[in-house]
């Protein structure tokens, strides 16, 4: 083959991989704007990895995808971010998820993403008084469950860490990734069993859409990826901004902190 014809196949293989690149469609790409409560927490995890992944890098990320804070839960702001129509869905606990569906029926709760998001933090192993955060019935149970004779004692989710430091407490209920950057002891809430922290509420109408379908794409994707060892630990890191240790992450293994995929 001369030089000639060499030269003219390799421009038609390049020629086809641009056509391919420039007009091929993308279903994994949000074409969209998709507002998106979540708190600065387990909740939030996953949708902040979506946002720093490099198939967004071609696109406005922060236009598609807009984390709405909410600090916590079963604060006003979350109520009120749902219900004037701030957020198409969001990521809450589910006690406050099961009672904000009643409230309002434009929104439903599609089904659990996390689960056994919490840890004990610990400062004795034999604790006379453990603080949780105030309405979230399943850390009182969980107490309740494995430190019967504890007295229990509810804070807003904000003074968790600064009630042990301060000593008004031997120990809290306090989620698994914000307990990384802690001192203290921490043993698994889901020994017994496991159990569901947060799911996923999304606006009737916007659960219509073709931007919901591409988000849950999108989202179940995440979770496979994260499911890399390395990945999780760089996002990890990202994320808290906190020092990853092997030793971290097999924690994370053994009190069983799960992300689950979005059911269509």
């Not at 006379?128 to 019967?148: F, H, S």
């Amino acid at each position: 083959m001369d030089k000639s014809k060499k030269i003219l196949i390799g421009l038609s293989i390049l020629i086809g991989s641009l056509f391919i690149w420039f007009f091929n469609p993308n279903d994994e790409k949000i074409d969209g704007h998709i507002r998106v409560g979540v708190s600065d927490d387990t909740s939030g995890f996953v949708i902040n990895y979506m946002i720093n992944q490099k198939y967004f890098s071609d696109l406005d990320v922060e236009n598609l995808i807009e984390p709405y804070s909410i600090n916590d839960c079963w604060a006003s702001t979350m109520q009120w971010a749902l219900s004037s129509d701030q957020v198409d869905m969001a990521i809450i606990c589910k006690e406050a998820a099961d009672k904000f569906v009643k409230y309002d029926k434009n929104f439903e709760i599609v089904n659990p993403l996390v689960q056994n998001s919490d840890v004990f933090l610990l400062k004795n192993e034999k604790p006379k008084n453990i603080g949780y955060t105030q309405n979230r019935n399943y850390q009182l149970d969980l107490i309740k469950e494995y430190y019967k004779e504890a007295k229990t004692v509810p804070f807003i989710s904000g003074g968790l860490a600064y009630a042990l430091e301060s000593k008004k407490v031997d120990g809290i209920v306090v989620d698994t990734i914000k307990s990384l950057s802690l001192e203290g002891s921490k043993f698994s809430t889901s020994e017994n069993s496991s159990y569901d922290t947060y799911v996923l509420v999304v606006n009737k109408n916007f659960k219509k859409s073709k931007l919901y379908n591409q988000f849950v794409k999108l989202y179940n994707k995440s979770i496979e990826e994260l499911k890399n060892k390395n990945t999780f630990k760089n996002e990890l890191k990202n994320y808290t901004d906190a020092k990853i240790s092997d030793k971290d992450l097999e924690d994370l293994k053994k009190w069983k902190l799960k992300f689950l995929q979005i059911q269509d």
